[in-house]
């Protein structure tokens, strides 16, 4: 990855305050299909199903345990010799020198016959790690998807929040012309005048901090989804179940989190026949094929071998070693056991959490249409008892004021009973490409499991850069 292709890459993505407070073209992003972007193009979510295909590795891994393995070696070699052979007339011993080229070649093949059982459970804890591994991609992928929620919604609220406070920064400059003319007139006192000049400025640092948090939100839109938001739309929340009974049935059915648990603790298990295998016999059929050419110049002076015996090893005693080996699986099974228990906990609780939390913005969205209903009538009346002269420059700006809060204030629930809804259907599980109905093609983690599984040869894969 070269400097100039980073660079190009964080250009691509720059996000100012001018551009964030844009609202688009007249098309507009649904959250469904920020969603569909993110889930075909989001770099965390590729990169777990580039893990898990590794993964899935895990099972042809143990399986081998059940196939032979076959290996040639060969050895050449040139060798001196020199050797006496008798005696000349002057009575000088008389050597024979010369050289042979010696070579030999083997070829053995090596068929497990018994493990102790060693390749069963470990075929066990691999299939087990495979699911859990397919469980937690769909958590990942429910959590990206969650972050393109929150990241839409905190766009789509951001946008409003600045859009208030520029109404709000409109709304106080007229104030404080009428009240600069009314204090040229010596209708109203300097006091006034601060007043409202002094509203206006805090008013328009509000408008800065809405829009510094539109761009950190747009910033955070473009990480997710992978571009800039065109102009977003109120979105629907699909799929909520009737009651919070129905939500913690189903996601102790189905929620990724939770069966991964169960997986990890399938697996340990399996990981104690895998550790006392060790102390089992095991059984090998050997098979050796081997030709030995002590002078290749003589090619029918060679030897030609073949041998086939079985091989049987009993362990007596591995030095405690392969014991403690034994306890600590034991130790560690257990531990998953209890981590089943405490993610179970945890699923109930973010359940019970997101509904509580949803069905109570629903009030609170009722509430704050009220509060913003009665807001704007007591501003408008302010306003024409102030023309009247029986209200204060402060009573105008006080209601103005209190007129803006209940509006962020409905903002901000409409914004958290959708980011609560997802929430919720995140924490039972529904929360999927499949469950909420995305127009792409799903992922499917088992057809790369399928081609691998079974596989004796070979080291092509396919990857998704």
Same mark, same amino acid.
């Given at each position: 990855?070269?400097?100039?292709?980073?660079?190009?890459?964080? +250009?691509?993505?720059?996000?100012?305050?001018?551009?964030?407070?844009?609202?688009?073209?007249?098309?507009?992003?649904?959250?469904?299909?920020?969603?569909?972007?993110?889930?075909?193009?989001?770099?965390?979510?590729?990169?777990?199903?580039?893990?898990?295909?590794?993964?899935?590795? /895990?099972?042809?891994?143990?399986?081998?345990?059940?196939?032979?393995?076959?290996?040639?070696?060969?050895? *050449?070699?040139?060798?001196?010799?020199?050797?006496?052979?008798?005696?000349?007339?002057?009575?000088?011993?008389?050597?024979?020198?010369?050289?042979?080229?010696?070579?030999?070649?083997? *070829?053995?093949?090596?068929?497990?016959?018994?493990?102790?059982?060693?390749?069963?459970?470990?075929?066990?804890?691999?299939?087990?790690?495979?699911?859990?591994?397919?469980?937690?991609?769909?958590?990942?992928?429910?959590?990206? $998807?969650?972050?393109?929620?929150? =990241?839409?919604?905190?766009?789509?609220?951001?946008?409003?929040?600045?859009?208030?406070?520029?109404?709000?920064?409109?709304?106080?400059?007229?104030?404080?012309?009428?009240?600069?003319?009314?204090?040229?007139?010596?209708?109203?006192?300097?006091?006034?005048?601060?007043?409202?000049?002094?509203?206006?400025?805090?008013?328009?640092?509000?408008?800065?901090? =809405?829009?510094?948090?539109?761009?950190?939100?747009?910033?955070?839109?473009?990480?997710?989804?992978?571009?800039?938001?065109?102009? $977003?739309?109120?979105?629907?929340?699909?799929?909520?179940?009737?009651?919070?009974?129905?939500?913690?049935?189903?996601?102790?059915?189905?929620?990724?989190?939770?069966?991964?648990?169960?997986?990890?603790?399938?697996?340990?298990?399996?990981?104690?026949?895998?550790?006392?295998?060790?102390? /089992?016999?095991?059984?090998?059929?050997?098979?050796?094929?081997?030709?030995?050419?002590?002078?290749?110049?003589?090619?029918?002076?060679?030897? +030609?071998?073949?041998?086939?015996?079985?091989?049987?090893?009993?362990?007596?005693?591995?030095?405690?070693?392969?014991?403690?080996?034994?306890?600590?699986?034991?130790?560690?099974?257990?531990? +998953?056991?209890?981590?089943?228990?405490?993610?179970?906990?945890?699923?109930?609780?973010?359940?019970?959490?997101?509904?509580?939390?949803?069905?109570?913005?629903?009030?609170?969205i009722k509430n704050t249409r009220t509060q913003v209903s009665a807001a704007q009538l007591a501003l408008n009346g302010v306003q024409?008892?102030?023309?009247?002269?029986?209200?204060?420059?402060?009573?105008?700006?006080?209601?103005?004021?209190?007129?803006?809060?209940?509006?962020?204030?409905?903002?901000?629930?409409?914004?958290?009973?959708?980011?609560?809804?997802?929430?919720?259907?995140?924490?039972?599980?529904?929360?999927?490409?499949?469950?909420?109905? $995305?127009?792409?093609?799903?992922?499917?983690?088992?057809?790369?499991?399928?081609?691998?599984?079974?596989?004796?040869?070979?080291?092509?894969?396919?990857?998704?850069?």
């Amino acid at each position: 990855m070269t400097v100039q292709w980073v660079r190009a890459l964080l +250009s691509g993505v720059a996000i100012t305050v001018a551009a964030a407070t844009q609202t688009g073209s007249a098309s507009a992003d649904s959250l469904f299909g920020a969603m569909e972007k993110a889930y075909v193009t989001n770099p965390t979510l590729n990169a777990a199903r580039a893990g898990q295909r590794a993964t899935d590795e /895990l099972v042809p891994q143990a399986l081998s345990g059940w196939r032979p393995t076959i290996g040639i070696s060969g050895e *050449i070699d040139k060798t001196y010799a020199s050797k006496p052979v008798g005696v000349d007339l002057n009575g000088n011993i008389v050597r024979d020198s010369g050289n042979a080229f010696n070579s030999s070649i083997a *070829i053995q093949l090596n068929q497990p016959l018994f493990r102790g059982f060693g390749t069963i459970n470990q075929t066990k804890a691999a299939e087990a790690r495979v699911d859990a591994g397919k469980q937690g991609l769909l958590g990942t992928e429910q959590q990206v $998807l969650f972050d393109v929620v929150q =990241a839409y919604m905190d766009v789509y609220s951001g946008r409003q929040f600045v859009m208030l406070r520029r109404q709000d920064v409109a709304a106080l400059q007229a104030q404080v012309k009428a009240a600069r003319d009314r204090f040229a007139v010596g209708e109203i006192t300097r006091t006034d005048v601060a007043q409202a000049e002094s509203r206006l400025a805090e008013s328009q640092t509000f408008l800065v901090n =809405a829009q510094t948090d539109l761009a950190r939100a747009v910033a955070s839109y473009v990480q997710v989804v992978g571009q800039e938001p065109d102009k $977003l739309s109120y979105p629907k929340i699909v799929n909520i179940p009737n009651s919070l009974k129905v939500a913690l049935d189903t996601a102790g059915e189905i929620n990724p989190q939770l069966l991964a648990q169960s997986f990890v603790e399938v697996a340990a298990k399996s990981d104690i026949g895998v550790a006392f295998s060790n102390l /089992l016999p095991n059984a090998n059929l050997v098979a050796t094929g081997a030709r030995v050419d002590p002078d290749i110049s003589a090619p029918d002076n060679h030897t +030609s071998t073949f041998q086939v015996g079985a091989q049987l090893s009993i362990p007596l005693y591995e030095s405690g070693f392969v014991y403690s080996q034994v306890r600590q699986a034991k130790q560690l099974a257990s531990q +998953s056991r209890i981590q089943v228990i405490e993610v179970a906990r945890s699923v109930r609780q973010a359940v019970a959490s997101s509904w509580n939390a949803y069905v109570g913005l629903a009030q609170i969205i009722k509430n704050t249409r009220t509060q913003v209903s009665a807001a704007q009538l007591a501003l408008n009346g302010v306003q024409q008892e102030y023309q009247a002269g029986t209200r204060t420059t402060l009573d105008v700006l006080d209601a103005q004021r209190d007129l803006v809060q209940a509006q962020v204030l409905q903002v901000t629930a409409e914004r958290n009973r959708v980011v609560s809804g997802y929430q919720l259907l995140a924490a039972i599980g529904h929360l999927t490409a499949q469950d909420v109905g $995305l127009q792409v093609p799903v992922y499917d983690p088992d057809a790369n499991y399928k081609r691998v599984r079974d596989k004796w040869i070979g080291t092509d894969v396919k990857t998704v850069e």
